[in-house]
C-alpha cells in the first residue's frame, strides 16, 4: 500500500536518495513499478537524525500534499544531512488522510513505518488499541492500522529487544485476527530504528509479502562498476533497504527474503528468520 | 476553546450568519470579544442540511487554514441556502491541527459540537473510549475529547432521547473524572441536532460555563427596530444560539442560563434545567 | 495535462458525474485512461451555478489535497444540485502546487477551464500578461499559462462574443509564440461558461490536441439502453462535455473533432469549426 | 502586518529564537504587543543557511497552517543548527493565504523579508512588476507586494551593492505611488542577506515605520545578567534583529532609528542613515 527507504551510513544529503535516484522514493509517488499500488499519493513522511547525535530525537516533516511536486519537502531534503534517515510515500485504503496518518511515526528516539495492512482492521481495531499500554495510549495520534502496530511494539519491549518485541506484535495481530475469522491478518514490511540499528522486517501471514531489499555493499559495487559517478556519493558503510530498487543498475539491490529480519548496524548488514510469537 | 453558532428557521444564506454579520463567526475566529480565547484560528467547520432534505445527512466542509481569509469556506457560504446549520471555529489546547478534530462532528443524520474541554482528558481519554459500543467505534476518526463525549452520547440513546443521552454522558464523564481525581471534569456548552430540533446544552462542573446566547424572536425585534435592513433577512421563525452576539444591537441575543438545554424546534425557542445523570 | 467535465441540464447531484461514474472525474485524478499523464493530482477544482440563480457568481472549491480521498470534495459533490458545473483534476508540469492555480478559474459570472498548455509559457509569459488589459490584471492570482489565456480572452471580448474572444486570445498566443521561433505555441481543450451557455474549444497549433467528448443525446440512450438503471437520473436536455468518456457504454460518448467548438445551450449540442484569429 | 526575525552568530538551534523566547516569533504569531496587527496569522516562513556553507542557497520551509500548532514547524526549528536564519509570520491584508505569498522569499542564496505595505498596491502593481528585469520576471511566483520590491531590487543591483539597490527601489516605488497620488507609497522593515552579512531596513515614506529592534551585545549582556542561563546559550558575535524584543529583559533589546539600515556581519552590528534614491 505504500513504498518506503532506510538509510545508514555517513550522513549524506537527504536528496541523493530521496529525489535524485531514477526510481527515488519521490518518483515512486507518482509510479512505483513494484507496488501493490501505482500511486503512493496519499502523504509523505521524512524522520532524520542529526550526525553526531547519537539516539537523540529524530527531526519529522509530514505532508499530505502531492510529494512530487511539494516544494518544503525538496528543499528540506537538500538541506538534511545525515546518517541515518527514513522516507514513505503513502497509498491509503481511505480517507482521513491527514499528517498524523503519515509515516514513520515517532515515540522518543524510537521511527517506525510499515507498508502493508492489518486485514479488516475495523474489526480488529478495538481490540489491538486495547492491548497497548495504557500509559502509551494517549500518544496514538492517528488513525492507521500501522500507528497501532508500532505502540503494540512499544507496549511489548520494542525498546529492549526490538525483533522479540515486533515478533509479539505480529503474533498479537495474527491471533486476534483469527478469533475473528481473519484468513491473513498481517501484511507488510515494517522499518523501526532507535538511531543507530534499523530492524526491517519482511513477513505476511499469508506467505506473499510485500517487496523488500537492501542495497549491495558499496565496495563491491565500485568493483563493478569503476565508472559510475553516482556511486562515489557514497560511504563504504553506506546501505539502504527500500520497497523496491531505486535504479535499474543490475545487482545493485538484493532481495530481502520472506519471513525475515534484516538488520543495518555499524557491522553493516546481516540478515535472520523472523517468525511471529 | 472555541466559538459556535447554530441556525434554525426559512432557508437563509449562510453567509448571513457566517461572513457578514458585525461580530460573525468568521469575525471571531480573528477576534472573539467574549471567548476564552481571543483568536479561534485551529480549524473552522460548517454542516448544513439541504432545504426539504427532512433529516437527510447534512453536507460538511471542515478546514484548518485560517478562517478569517479562506477563500472556500467565503464561497461556501455564499453559494448555500440551508433550513438548518452549524458553524464552529476552534481554538486548541495542541497539536494535531487537523480537519478531523474540527467540529461538527457527524454520525448519520446528526451533528455535534462543543465549546470548552473535558479536563484532564488525556487521563481520562482511555476509560472513556473503552465505554463508546464497539459498533461505533471504529468511527472516531479524530483526537479530541469532544468528539468522544459525541460518540459518547450515541452510545446512551442520542438518536432515541437527546436530553437524556447527555446526561447520561456528561455523568459518565464527570463520574470518570471523579474517580481520577479531577474536581472540575467538564465544562462546555454543546449543540446537537438531528436536522430538524436543535439541542443547546450549557453546563460545566464548577457551574461557570462558557457563554451562550439565542436570538430574540424576530417578530419582536421587528417592533424594537422598525428600520433594521438585516432584520429584514430572517424569518420569523428564524432563531440562532450562539457563543456570544453576532451584533451589537441591545436586546438582539438573551443569554442562555446555567446548567440549561435549549430548544430549537418548529415550536420556537424554550429552554429547560439540564443537570447530568 | 488534466482531465476536466461541464454539465449543463436539469440541476444533479454532482456526485452523479463527479464521483459516481465507473470513470468518474475523481476516478480520473488517479487513473487517466486517455489522458496525457495517467495521474491528474495536483489540485482539483468544481464550480457550480445555482438553481435558478440565472448568471449569478458560481460557487467554487479548490483544493490541492489528493482529490480522490478529499472528504470535503466529497461531501460537496454529494450536498450540490447544479444546472451547470465545471470540473477539472490537474497535472501540474511543475510547482507551485496551490489553490489559486486550479481550474475553473472565475471572473465575475463567468467560469474557465483548461486542459493542454502554453509551449514555452517562461519564455512568452511577460509578454503575454502585458497584453491582459490593465483593469484586469491585478485580478490574475496564480502562476499558470491557463489563467493569463482566460484574462487574455476577457480582453478581447468574452463577455460580449466567447467564440471571437477565445479566437482572439490563440491566435495572440500563437503569434507571440511564433516571434519566439516556438513551433506549436498553443495545445488544448477549453471549457467557458456565462452560467447559461457553455462553449468548450478543441485546438492545437500542431492539430493533434488533447482528448475531448461530448455525450449521446439522453433520449437516444435511453432507447438504445432501455435497462439502463444510472441513465434514468439525467433529464432530456441533460449535456456533458469531457476530455473522456464517463464509462464504457458504447456510444454514450462521441469525439468532439479537431479544431472545433462545441456550444451547449438550450437548445441543446452543436459545433463549428474553430479558427485562432 | 507581520513580524520577523534574522539572526547571524554562531550555530544555534533555531528553536532558541523562534519558539523558546517568552515573545518567540512563533509567540508573535498568535499575540504581537507591539505589532500592527496582533494576529500574523496567514504563514510562515523560516529560511536557513547549513553552518560552513558559506553562501550556498539556504534552505526553506513555508506553511499556511496555524503557526502556533504546526508541528512540522516545531519539529524543524528543533533540528536545523545555523549560523544564519531569518523567520517570519504574516498577517496578511486578504486573500490568497499560499505558501508562495509567505516570506522569506528566495532567489539564488538571497533571502529577503518584509514587514509592511506598498499603500495602494492593485494599482501600482503592473506598472512595478514591468519594472522587473523580464529575464527575473518569470521567477514571481505569489501575488504579494513584498515579493515584486524583492524582484525590483534583484533587478536594480542587490547582488553587488544592497544598500544602494533597496534605496532604487523604495525609491521608485514612492515615485509611482506619487504619480498615482498616493501620498505615502512605502512602509515598512525589510530584511536581506546573501548567507554572510544581514541588511535590515526601517523607513515609510511618512516616517512613521514599523518597529525594529537589535539585541544588545552579548558581552555586555552576560555583564548586565550574570545568573541569566539562556544567555548562555549565545555565542559573542550572536546578533539579532527583530520586529519587537523577544523578552521583557531590560536593554537586551534597542530600537533602530527611522530611516535607518543595520548591518551584520563579522565585525558586529552598526547602522547607517538610510534614504530612498
Not at 536518495?17 to 526510481?23: D, K
Not at 503513502?90 to 514513520?104: D, L, M, S, V
Not at 537492501?214 to 569503476?226: E, G
Amino acid at each position: 500500500m505504500c513504498r518506503w527507504l532506510a538509510y545508514r551510513g555517513a550522513p549524506i544529503r537527504a536528496s541523493e536518495l530521496m529525489l535524485h535516484p531514477e526510481h527515488s522514493i519521490v518518483a515512486q509517488s507518482l509510479d512505483s513499478p513494484m507496488g501493490a499500488e501505482t500511486v503512493n499519493g496519499d502523504g509523505f513522511g521524512f524522520g532524520w537524525y542529526a550526525a553526531g547525535d547519537g539516539r537523540g530525537a529524530p527531526g519529522m516533516f509530514h505532508s499530505v500534499e502531492p510529494a512530487w511536486h511539494d516544494q518544503n519537502l525538496r528543499d528540506l531534503a537538500e538541506a538534511v544531512r545525515s546518517p541515518l534517515f527514513f522516507c514513505h510515500v503513502r497509498a491509503a485504503a481511505g480517507p482521513p488522510i491527514q499528517q498524523t496518518n503519515c509515516h514513520p511515526f515517532r515515540h522518543e528516539s524510537w521511527l517506525f513505518m510499515h507498508n502493508g495492512t492489518v486485514a479488516e482492521f475495523g474489526q480488529l481495531k478495538r481490540e489491538l488499541v486495547m492491548a497497548v499500554d495504557p500509559d502509551l495510549y494517549p500518544h496514538i495520534q492517528g488513525t492507521t492500522d500501522s500507528e497501532v502496530v508500532f505502540f503494540l511494539a512499544l507496549t511489548l519491549g520494542l525498546r529492549t529487544d526490538p525483533v522479540a518485541a515486533m515478533s509479539r506484535a505480529v503474533g498479537l495481530v495474527e491471533a486476534t485476527g483469527r478469533e475473528h475469522g481473519v484468513a491473513f491478518p498481517w501484511q507488510g514490511t515494517v522499518a523501526v530504528t532507535d538511531g543507530s540499528t534499523i530492524w526491517a522486517f519482511r513477513y505476511s501471514s499469508q506467505g506473499r509479502s510485500r517487496s523488500l531489499f537492501h542495497s549491495t555493499d558499496i565496495a563491491t559495487l565500485h568493483q563493478w562498476y569503476p565508472d559510475a559517478e553516482r556511486l562515489k556519493l557514497f560511504s563504504d558503510d553506506a546501505h539502504v533497504v527500500v520497497s523496491e530498487p531505486l535504479n535499474d543498475l543490475p545487482g545493485a539491490f538484493v532481495e530481502v527474503p520472506e519471513a525475515t529480519v534484516a538488520v543495518l548496524d555499524a557491522t553493516g548488514y546481516h540478515h535472520e528468520p523472523f517468525r511471529p510469537a
